[in-house]
């Protein structure tokens, strides 16, 4: 709901955060709860750690095809892992959500370094936000869940 009610104030700022409350949304209709908050929660940090190894790597040497280059071989490492060419133990839905985060994260931090903010911190709020509204759906779901486990269990 807070996600929503941010939308609602200021919806192109908040774009990020309502894709990342929807994947774990459409995440709960395939998996456990449990196991779609712990999927979606480990996409979403490596999804951020190779947004800081892109950025790193871009820094050596900063040009437009290099930006190409670099999204090229992250989205051919994903892609590797997503239709398995390369065995993985974490679902394609994980590694779908790791490509996304990276995505929102770079393409906010190419907006903010062009608009002369600093890139760092915002990261570190975007990334907070992220995770933040992951716990929070993860926990929603758990939350809302429990009553239809408890009728199962009494019915």
């Known amino acids: ?16 955060i309502i894709m990342k409350a929807v994947s ?34 871009l ?14 071989l992250f989205g051919l490492l994903a ?5 398995g060419l390369s065995p993985s133990r974490y679902p394609p839905g994980f590694w779908v959500n790791t490509l996304v985060t990276l995505i929102i994260l770079l393409g906010q931090s190419v907006q903010d370094s062009a608009a002369g903010k600093d890139v760092y911190t915002a990261f570190a709020v975007r990334m907070g936000l992220f995770i933040g509204v992951t716990l929070y ?13 408890t009728r199962r269990l009494t019915g």
């Open 137 to 149: 759906a993860w926990l929603m779901i758990e939350l809302l869940g429990q009553p239809r486990r």
């Open 59 to 72: 820094s050596l040497f900063v040009h437009l095809w290099m930006y190409f280059l670099w999204m090229l």
């Open 24 to 57: 774990l949304g459409r995440q709960s209709c395939t998996t456990t709860a449990r196991g779609a908050g712990r999927e979606l929660l480990g996409s979403t940090m490596l999804g951020g750690m190779l947004a800081i190894l892109f950025w790193c790597a």
């Open 1 to 16: 709901m807070p996600a929503f009610l941010l939308a609602l104030n200021d919806p192109a700022a908040y774009i990020p």
């Open 79 to 83: 892609a590797r892992k997503l239709y």
